[in-house]
């Protein structure tokens, strides 16, 4: 259900409802680890924002695959009892079409947090912290959660996600002092720096916002609402 804006038009407005016990159940930890080693509390960011920027994961595919040999290639249950993290194949310049034809399944590269040759991505499900947003966090059908970086959306009030990482070692967390989460607070708290040099003051409401439109000096909503600026 939205407002009724100053001209009468129903104005949607943006889910403020706490998500960090769903969060924290499917990332199958307590929501007091949520807290510690990501933030709290989490809100659902809008359908409309799909996932980008880069990702620090395994290498991009290579046009031809001529004159290689994938003898040797890890299967995911070899790296999961040699504690290795997917990421650690990057490495060796591995492409999901190499460990493919090295003997993973696309259940194995989705369950990774890859995208099958030839797939689609999966969608990703994003929530954000922070009034105005300053970290997100990624949640997909399968592979690892990612936290990124939010920047202004196309749509007004919107986000979309930037400095994308994935941060595995978050589910199933019993230990927030671990060396694993200790890791995962350095991503986070460089995310938030960056995202905390990029705020400002609006001119008109004098709220923080992120900044956007150098040239109005204002926040999306009041561009809109006084400057005649459309979302």
Excluded: K, N
Aim: aromatic fraction near 4%; include cysteine.
């Amino acid at each position: 259900m939205g407002e009724r804006g100053c001209d009468g038009d129903e104005v949607a407005v943006p889910d403020r409802t706490d998500r960090t016990a769903e969060i924290a159940e499917r990332l199958r930890t307590d929501p007091r680890i949520v807290a510690l080693v990501l933030g709290a509390p989490w809100r659902r960011v809008g359908p409309d924002v799909s996932r980008s920027g880069p990702v620090s994961a395994v290498g991009e595919g290579r046009a031809d695959g001529r004159g290689r040999m994938y003898v040797g290639v890890p299967s995911p249950s070899e790296l999961s009892e040699l504690g290795l993290p997917t990421e650690v194949l990057r490495h060796f310049g591995l492409s999901p079409a190499d460990l493919r034809a090295g003997g993973w399944t696309d259940t194995d590269l989705r369950s990774a947090g890859l995208t099958p040759p030839g797939a689609e991505p999966e969608p990703v499900e994003w929530f954000v912290a922070g009034e105005p947003p300053q970290l997100m966090l990624g949640l997909a059908p399968s592979g690892p959660p990612l936290l990124a970086r939010p920047e202004p959306g196309a749509q007004a009030g919107g986000v979309d996600p930037v400095e994308v990482h994935r941060v595995p070692d978050v589910v199933g967390c019993t230990d927030p002092e671990s060396d694993g989460m200790l890791l995962v607070r350095q991503i986070r708290d460089r995310l938030v720096r960056r995202a905390r040099r990029r705020l400002a003051h609006c001119g008109v409401c004098l709220r923080q916002v992120l900044r956007t439109d150098p040239a109005t000096g204002v926040c999306p909503d009041c561009a809109a609402e006084w400057l005649g600026v459309l979302p």
